[in-house]
């Protein structure tokens, strides 16, 4: 099984820099808080919340994020990294757009504009002790950001004063035009405070080659030790440096223009690398110093642009230093959080970026808004930067927050549906581990991946699995992990083709290897009647369609064909499969469990009895079958529920009578748990997947699970694969 290592607080900073630098550690997932945990009492949890942007108090333990949604911010007690504790909210009059936290204060800004054409917002300072909001300062326009200097001397707040997407295409200019807050703190008083204003010159933007000077819209706001401020103009495709002392613009660049090769440009179901984007502006969102030189950027883009992934700059030049190219969009296809549906709108979209340093070592964190996902690399040189590993987060990761003190890495993510029961989170990642838990499984050089719902292991091969692609992607692939290496990774793929050979997309949801070659795939249909068995020869081409009897096919409705398992005995070639939910015409409650016959062509059907669910929206089903002998098979029975609401992910197995039932008899087969499979989903202290789908005996003996990523859509995108271990034992 595979488990998290547990990391406490104090083991975090233990051992020097030097220990550090003398072995490679990484960060670990330590827990997954959804913020409408946090509502305010009488709530209804189903209301949109959402954590988009978060600082830290200075002892490194209560986190205060921002939900826009709700008008408020909030705050979360991490003393135990392992399990984050709801301190509740507080109402802010308005959109919090951005937080940070000085000495005993929240500086939060607020987006109080009633209009795109009067955009007005205020700072407001609250007490961390009591929340009490001790002082107001207007900002003069709708702002965006706020960072804090490391002196604590100064913050800057980037005042986008943003455009209005439904006038003129969106298109620049707009006024009123942005430009930059800088708040003094001559003291620890808050009554002493106060703000000055500085404008983001024409003339200067202009030289600088910024399309729309009048209209310049700061994005984001990042200070270096010298008290330098740096602005994105993430609409205009710029970079603007500021002396904070004395309010003074030094330089403006262009982010420039690239060309990036070797991408996924269409969506159309295929993760197809062959794509490219020509001549297009970087369009920076976030921005970080990696030292008082080199700055990073993720280059998010906005509606002209987005080069999918993310640059260092050299701010003495306005040069490039290094660019990422293709590479952070195709860690995504790596790692099986590849959304196709974004293949054709700026991909992974790179929104988050932040750079801090752990024990002598300075990281940036990369996050990608689409693909769910925050990448590390390594900065120890600044214009070098070494990928280290991927941290899987919620939807939509966009407040990414170092806390170095305590070893910490806190990701905030703001896309909240709660129709889909996807809610936005709070991640915490502690470094210090040697071997995370995410990822179970990756693919090697281009190959692209998700949605694995099947499981069978390859004859000959015990430290190889098959698995199949269903809907999510097409053409149908099966795929070959090796489960010997760790994690797992998927090395081959075979395109199933129709009977002329010509590549074809099933729902595939089982996969069977016969002994002799080829395989068993069971399909379900978008209706009843397009559930069917399918026979492959060892090339993948369809050799045999079998559809499921009419009087069977005609009471399905979406969910049919599940799984499919295969036993060959002195009586010939058997498939067993099993349907998803029950026949219109059958017990509620009871679902069926077929053989299919090859010599003869007929079908035996056993009722099997399914756990009931009190929860609005829910359903329980069957969504994988293996034949563990002749007499005994064992199949997924699971909720639709994720996240905290999981309750059901549990394999059963069930013993097959010596004898057949009667013709037009369902005999209810009596079912015996033999693993509940919830607490290894929660092992690694991540979202709990709704999609328990695959399962299989290994070559090796041992018992592989594995979760159906539904291809990113209404899911976080994260596949588990489970060794839940021998099945001499389990079964």
Same mark, same amino acid.
């Given at each position: 099984?595979?488990?998290?290592?547990?990391?406490?607080?104090?083991?975090?900073?233990?051992?020097?820099?030097?220990?550090?630098?003398?072995?490679?550690?990484?960060?670990?997932?330590?827990?997954?808080?959804?913020?409408?945990?946090?509502?305010?009492?009488?709530?209804?949890?189903?209301?949109?919340?959402?954590?988009?942007?978060?600082? %830290?108090?200075?002892?490194?333990?209560?986190?205060?994020?921002?939900?826009?949604?709700?008008?408020?911010?909030?705050?979360?007690?991490? @003393?135990?990294?392992?399990?984050?504790?709801?301190?509740?909210?507080?109402?802010?009059?308005?959109?919090?757009?951005?937080? %940070?936290?000085?000495?005993?204060?929240?500086?939060?800004?607020?987006?109080?504009?009633?209009?795109?054409?009067?955009?007005?917002?205020?700072?407001?300072?609250?007490?961390?002790?009591?929340?009490?909001?001790?002082?107001?300062?207007?900002?003069?326009?709708?702002?965006?950001? !706020?960072?804090?200097?490391?002196?604590?001397?100064?913050?800057?707040?980037?005042?986008?004063?943003?455009?209005?997407?439904?006038?003129?295409?969106?298109?620049?200019?707009?006024?009123?035009?942005?430009?930059?807050?800088?708040?003094?703190?001559?003291?620890?008083?808050?009554?002493?405070?106060?703000?000055?204003?500085?404008?983001?010159?024409?003339?200067?933007?202009?030289?600088?080659?910024?399309?729309?000077?009048?209209?310049?819209?700061?994005?984001?706001?990042?200070?270096?030790?010298?008290?330098?401020?740096?602005?994105?103009?993430?609409?205009?495709?710029?970079?603007?440096?500021?002396?904070?002392?004395?309010?003074?613009?030094?330089?403006?660049?262009?982010?420039?223009?690239?060309?990036?090769?070797?991408?996924?440009?269409?969506?159309?179901?295929?993760?197809?690398?062959?794509?490219?984007?020509?001549?297009?502006?970087?369009?920076?969102?976030?921005? @970080?110093?990696?030292?008082?030189?080199?700055?990073?950027?993720?280059?998010?883009?906005?509606?002209?642009?987005?080069?999918?992934?993310?640059?260092?700059?050299?701010?003495?030049?306005?040069?490039?230093?290094?660019?990422?190219?293709?590479?952070?969009?195709?860690?995504?296809?790596?790692?099986?959080?590849?959304?196709?549906?974004?293949?054709?709108?700026?991909?992974?979209?790179?929104?988050?970026?932040?750079?801090?340093?752990?024990?002598?070592?300075?990281?940036?964190?990369?996050?990608?808004?689409?693909?769910?996902? %925050?990448?590390?690399?390594?900065?120890?040189?600044?214009?070098?930067?070494?990928?280290?590993?991927?941290?899987?987060?919620?939807?939509?990761?966009?407040?990414?927050?170092?806390?170095?003190?305590?070893?910490?890495?806190?990701?905030?993510?703001?896309?909240? $549906?709660?129709?889909?029961?996807?809610?936005?989170?709070?991640?915490?990642?502690?470094?210090?581990?040697?071997?995370?838990?995410?990822?179970?499984?990756?693919?090697?050089?281009?190959?692209?991946?998700?949605?694995?719902?099947? +499981?069978?292991?390859?004859?000959?091969?015990?430290?190889?699995?098959?698995?199949?692609?269903?809907?999510?992607?097409?053409?149908?692939?099966?795929?070959?992990?090796?489960?010997?290496?760790?994690?797992?990774?998927?090395?081959?793929?075979?395109?199933?083709?129709?009977?002329?050979?010509?590549?074809?997309?099933?729902?595939? $949801?089982?996969?069977?290897?016969?002994?002799?070659?080829?395989?068993?795939?069971?399909?379900?249909?978008?209706?009843?009647?397009?559930?069917?068995?399918?026979?492959?020869?060892?090339?993948?081409?369809?050799?045999?369609?079998?559809?499921?009897?009419? $009087?069977?096919? @005609?009471?399905?409705?979406?969910?049919?064909? $599940?799984? %499919?398992?295969?036993?060959?005995?002195?009586?010939?070639?058997?498939?067993?499969?099993?349907?998803?939910?029950?026949?219109?015409?059958?017990?509620?409650?009871?679902?069926?469990?077929?053989?299919?016959?090859?010599?003869?062509?007929?079908?035996?059907?056993?009722?099997?009895?399914?756990?009931?669910?009190?929860?609005?929206?829910?359903?329980?089903?069957?969504?994988?079958?293996?034949?563990?002998?002749?007499?005994? +098979?064992?199949?997924?029975?699971?909720?639709?529920?994720?996240?905290?609401?999981?309750?059901?992910?549990?394999?059963?197995?069930?013993?097959?009578?010596?004898?057949?039932?009667?013709?037009?008899?369902?005999?209810?087969?009596?079912?015996?748990?033999?693993?509940?499979?919830?607490?290894?989903?929660?092992?690694?202290?991540?979202?709990?997947? /709704?999609?328990?789908?695959?399962?299989?005996?290994?070559?090796?003996?041992?018992?592989?699970? !594995?979760?159906?990523?539904?291809?990113? /859509?209404?899911?976080?995108?994260?596949?588990?694969?489970?060794? +839940?271990?021998?099945?001499?034992?389990?079964?």
């Amino acid at each position: 099984m595979l488990m998290t290592l547990a990391v406490t607080s104090a083991s975090l900073l233990a051992g020097s820099a030097a220990d550090a630098h003398a072995r490679k550690v990484y960060f670990d997932r330590t827990a997954t808080y959804p913020v409408f945990q946090n509502r305010p009492a009488g709530e209804d949890p189903a209301t949109p919340t959402a954590a988009e942007i978060s600082s %830290v108090s200075e002892d490194g333990r209560t986190l205060v994020y921002t939900d826009a949604p709700a008008g408020r911010i909030g705050f979360v007690d991490i @003393s135990n990294p392992a399990r984050p504790r709801g301190l509740g909210t507080l109402d802010m009059g308005g959109e919090p757009t951005s937080v %940070v936290v000085r000495g005993g204060y929240v500086l939060a800004v607020v987006d109080t504009s009633e209009s795109f054409t009067s955009p007005s917002g205020v700072l407001r300072v609250v007490r961390l002790r009591d929340r009490a909001v001790v002082r107001e300062i207007g900002m003069g326009g709708q702002p965006d950001s !706020i960072a804090l200097s490391k002196d604590s001397r100064y913050a800057a707040i980037a005042i986008e004063n943003q455009r209005d997407e439904d006038v003129a295409d969106g298109d620049l200019p707009q006024a009123p035009g942005g430009f930059i807050q800088i708040v003094d703190f001559p003291s620890d008083d808050p009554a002493r405070w106060s703000a000055r204003a500085v404008p983001l010159p024409e003339a200067t933007l202009a030289a600088a080659g910024i399309a729309a000077p009048s209209d310049p819209e700061p994005e984001y706001v990042s200070i270096n030790s010298r008290n330098q401020l740096v602005v994105t103009l993430q609409e205009n495709n710029g970079v603007v440096l500021i002396d904070l002392r004395g309010g003074r613009v030094e330089k403006a660049f262009s982010a420039g223009r690239t060309t990036v090769t070797g991408i996924d440009t269409e969506d159309d179901g295929t993760i197809d690398l062959s794509g490219s984007i020509t001549d297009t502006p970087r369009e920076p969102d976030a921005i @970080s110093w990696i030292d008082d030189r080199y700055v990073a950027t993720a280059n998010e883009g906005d509606w002209r642009g987005g080069t999918r992934g993310w640059t260092v700059f050299d701010t003495r030049t306005g040069r490039v230093a290094w660019d990422a190219s293709n590479t952070f969009e195709r860690l995504a296809v790596t790692y099986g959080l590849h959304n196709e549906g974004r293949a054709d709108n700026k991909g992974t979209e790179p929104e988050g970026l932040a750079v801090a340093t752990y024990q002598g070592r300075r990281y940036a964190f990369v996050a990608a808004e689409r693909s769910n996902f %925050v990448a590390v690399y390594d900065l120890s040189d600044p214009v070098r930067p070494a990928f280290q590993q991927i941290l899987a987060t919620t939807n939509g990761p966009e407040g990414l927050l170092p806390i170095p003190s305590r070893g910490l890495f806190a990701v905030s993510s703001e896309v909240d $549906e709660a129709e889909a029961n996807v809610r936005s989170s709070l991640t915490l990642f502690a470094l210090g581990t040697e071997r995370p838990g995410f990822p179970s499984v990756v693919s090697t050089g281009d190959l692209g991946w998700g949605a694995l719902g099947a +499981l069978s292991p390859v004859p000959g091969r015990p430290d190889r699995l098959y698995t199949v692609t269903d809907a999510a992607y097409s053409p149908t692939r099966i795929l070959t992990i090796d489960t010997g290496r760790t994690p797992a990774r998927i090395d081959r793929a075979l395109t199933v083709t129709d009977a002329s050979g010509a590549p074809v997309g099933y729902d595939a $949801e089982g996969i069977a290897a016969r002994p002799r070659g080829g395989f068993w795939l069971g399909v379900e249909g978008a209706t009843g009647g397009g559930n069917q068995l399918v026979r492959l020869d060892a090339s993948g081409r369809t050799v045999e369609v079998v559809p499921l009897p009419a $009087e069977i096919s @005609s009471g399905l409705a979406k969910q049919g064909i $599940e799984g %499919v398992s295969v036993v060959t005995d002195r009586s010939g070639e058997h498939v067993w499969t099993t349907l998803q939910r029950e026949l219109s015409t059958d017990p509620a409650g009871v679902v069926r469990i077929g053989r299919y016959d090859v010599a003869t062509k007929t079908w035996t059907w056993f009722g099997y009895r399914l756990e009931q669910t009190t929860t609005a929206g829910d359903w329980i089903g069957l969504s994988e079958i293996v034949a563990v002998d002749r007499d005994t +098979l064992a199949v997924i029975e699971r909720d639709k529920l994720n996240g905290p609401a999981a309750r059901v992910k549990r394999v059963y197995t069930v013993e097959v009578p010596s004898r057949d039932p009667r013709p037009g008899t369902l005999p209810v087969l009596p079912k015996r748990l033999a693993v509940d499979v919830l607490p290894a989903l929660r092992a690694d202290n991540g979202w709990t997947q /709704e999609k328990l789908e695959g399962l299989t005996i290994g070559g090796d003996g041992v018992v592989y699970a !594995i979760t159906d990523n539904d291809g990113l /859509e209404d899911a976080t995108g994260e596949t588990v694969l489970l060794r +839940l271990g021998p099945a001499r034992k389990i079964f």
